[in-house]
T-cell receptor
Framework: GQNIDQPTEMTATEGAIVQINCTYQ??????LFWYQQHAGEAPTFLSY??LDGLEEKGRFSSFLSRSKGYSYLLLKELQMKDSASYLC??????????WGAGTKLIIKP | GAVVSQHPSWVICKSGTSVKIECRSL??????MFWYRQFPKQSLMLMAT?????????EQGVEKDKFLINHASLTLSTLTVTSAHPEDSSFYIC?????????????FGSGTRLTVV
């Protein structure tokens, strides 16, 4: 079966760094997405990785290892507005997005 | 960037009535749109894939006669929840992809909070 695993909840301090991990097992792989979702709102696109390595985009970076079925989202210089759920999603061989349950990130002052 | 408009943002309806949710791609044409449902503290669950000019493809366990999908044009898909019941209360989200923008063009609507009383 297809499975996406990520931690349910994480807590971090404002100004610090946090890494949110995602492991996956899917039928085929056409890339991995990270989305941010604030409560009651639709997800917004953060990053896409299809090749191994690190993609950096401002305070956010995303890493992928296809051989390990593993990705992480790295958030630097945390701000209170970064409190949200972070969703990992894999595009399978049918170009469908398979979603993880999301990681709720709580930022404390 | 690609914009997807979804209406209404929230709706409260009586049990047994039907509710229609619209999803529009504002600045691009979408041959395919996706409808998701999200219960509190749970992941997005794909309900169906809406194909312009043809029948929608429903995921296993989703009743096609209860969740009617119409994709009559390249910019509009509608989801109608028929004979709604309290257990249908959820957050419904549509998405579409602007293929001209690559992966960044995979855009979500703002979602519809449905409450059935």
């Amino acid at each position: 079966g297809q499975n996406i695993d990520q931690p349910t909840e994480m807590t971090a301090t404002e100004g610090a760094i946090v890494q949110i991990n995602c492991t996956y097992q899917t039928s085929g792989f056409n890339g991995l997405f990270w989305y941010q979702q604030h409560a009651g709102e639709a997800p917004t696109f953060l990053s896409y990785n299809v090749l191994d390595g690190l993609e950096e985009k401002g305070r956010f970076s995303s890493f992928l290892s296809r051989s390990k079925g593993y990705s992480y989202l790295l958030l630097k210089e945390l701000q209170m507005k970064d409190s949200a759920s972070y969703l990992c999603a894999v595009m399978d061989s049918n170009y469908q997005l398979i979603w993880g349950a999301g990681t709720k990130l709580i930022i404390k002052p | 960037g690609a914009v997807v408009s979804q209406h209404p943002s929230w709706v409260i309806c009586k049990s047994g009535t039907s509710v229609k949710i619209e999803c529009r791609s504002l600045d691009f044409q979408a041959t395919t749109m996706f409808w998701y449902r999200q219960f509190p503290k749970q992941s997005l669950m794909l309900m169906a894939t809406s194909n312009e000019g043809s029948k929608a493809t429903y995921e296993q366990g989703v009743e096609k006669d209860k969740f009617l999908i119409n994709h009559a044009s390249l910019t509009l898909s509608t989801l109608t929840v028929t004979s709604a019941h309290p257990e249908d209360s959820s957050f419904y989200i549509c998405s579409a992809r602007d293929e001209g923008q690559g992966v960044d063009g995979y855009t979500f609507g703002s979602g519809t909070r449905l409450t059935v009383v």
